[in-house]
């Protein structure tokens, strides 16, 4: 166990870029128990950041800083901080000042001077495209991890998705991917999550994309919540609206999407997340689609996702069982359209009145082998999810008819849009 005297050692050891991985996990494990440690991080951060200001105005001629000092002294501090520095162009540090610290930790410092109790996850010095930091893992798919990262040039904390090694052996998952961030940043509306960047990373190979880093709380998370209350007998009218509303704004970002003719089939309560202004804004695109796309299976993009469990089978099964469209689970790929997505809003819908998924009772005793996946996705193409109110009788009958409708096995009797399925979730 380190002493404090040890940390500040191994955090002076890795600004010049001697700390090891391990070094550093014992610097993150000996800083949440020591606030003096943590200020030393903190005023580390400070320093490095006033030496490379410092930097670049002494090299561009900037007169006002030490105005009293001589010329030879002059000289001998901007000779200082270049070897503190070490060696690096001032100016390449416009307009993200960096020094050997951040090189040599890769926002470790500012990390741990944050109190972050996940700190021990940060990669030691990992960078993308030399401008993000990534400091924790938020998730991790077949396709991609998605990354807490920090923009060191605007100075803020971004999400990074980067596809991983395994799934970058497939030209269909370097389409996918690539659609994935085509399609999220083409669809400006303010219930789609932003896309800031994307590119390949010149150093790893694999392509990523940024987007804006919305906390962890998700609508499903909500539900959970709100259902957890119901279920001890506090149920909550002004919760149960907020559920409603938030479920409206997935309705316009879906309507938005399908005025671009652009179809989600993934939507899920998972899959909508809630900042803590309480904006809606859904995500992973990652199975959508534009419908004027020739080939109906987009390029066989389902066997992308062969590792996230259930969310395909054999190239053909698009989307996640739990929340799925009868004609998904059938895999009749030329019949979805909007109303797969019409379907998967109901799906939402019904997990916001009843706290379960449609398909919850169907997979209970389906889930471990891909012949019980078989046998779920046969239940759900032939069979209808229960009403909401056989699970809860106190659901107002209109929103139990509305749902119901939304999730017809029959496409034609579902509402035509998500507009019009949202109309009549207000009125």
């Known amino acids: 166990m380190l002493n404090d005297r040890q940390a500040v050692e191994l955090l002076s050891r890795s600004m010049r ?17 020591s606030p003096e440690t943590r200020a030393f991080a903190e005023w580390t951060r400070r320093i490095e950041d006033s030496v490379a200001e410092a930097a670049v105005r002494i090299e561009a001629g900037d007169e006002s800083l030490a105005p009293d000092l001589a010329d030879d002294a002059r000289k001998r501090l901007k000779d200082s901080i270049r070897a503190a520095l070490g060696g690096t162009n001032p100016s390449s540090l416009v307009p993200a000042p960096e020094t050997a610290v951040s090189s040599a930790v890769g926002g470790f410092a500012r990390t741990l001077a944050a109190g972050d109790q996940d700190a ?33 040039r605007l100075r803020r904390n971004v999400a990074l998705k980067e596809m991983s090694t395994s799934a970058a052996l497939s030209p269909a998952a370097w389409q996918r991917f690539r659609r994935e961030a085509e399609i999220t940043g083409s669809l400006e509306h303010p219930n789609v999550v932003p896309i800031y960047q994307s590119g390949v990373d010149p150093d790893s190979g694999l392509p990523f994309y940024v987007m804006r880093f919305l906390g962890k709380k998700t609508l499903a998370a909500a539900i959970v919540e709100y259902h957890q209350r119901r279920l001890a007998g506090q149920r909550n009218a002004v919760e149960f609206h907020r559920l409603l509303t938030a479920f409206l704004g997935v309705c316009q970002a879906v309507a938005y999407a399908h005025s671009r003719h652009v179809i989600h089939r993934d939507l899920k309560p998972e899959n909508v997340a809630l900042d803590h202004f309480g904006q809606v804004l859904v995500l992973d695109w990652g199975l959508a689609k534009h419908l004027e796309d020739a080939d109906p299976t987009g390029g066989n993009e389902a066997s992308a996702d062969a590792g996230e469990g259930a969310r395909t089978l054999a190239g053909e099964i698009v989307g996640t069982p739990l929340y799925m469209a009868p ?39 389906g889930r471990g082998t891909t012949a019980r996946v078989e046998q779920l996705l046969d239940a759900i193409s032939k069979h209808d999810p229960p009403r909401p109110r056989t699970i809860d009788s106190d659901i107002p009958r209109e929103l139990d008819e509305i749902c119901h409708r939304a999730m017809s096995r029959l496409r034609s009797l579902r509402q035509e849009s998500a507009e019009e399925l949202a109309e009549q979730v207000q009125s």
């Open 120 to 152: 021990a996850e940060v990669l030691d010095g990992r960078r993308m495209a030399s401008r993000f930091t990534l400091l924790r893992k938020l998730g991790e798919g077949g396709l991609g991890t998605v990354w807490l990262a920090r923009d060191e």
């Open 327 to 365: 004609e998904q689970a059938a895999g009749r790929l030329d019949e979805i359209d909007q109303r797969t997505d019409v379907y998967g809003l109901g799906a939402i819908l019904f997990a916001i009145l009843t706290g379960q998924a449609p398909h919850e009772k169907s997979a209970a005793n």
């Open 17 to 33: 870029g001697e700390a090891s991985a391990v070094d550093l996990a014992k610097v993150s494990t000996h800083l949440e128990r």
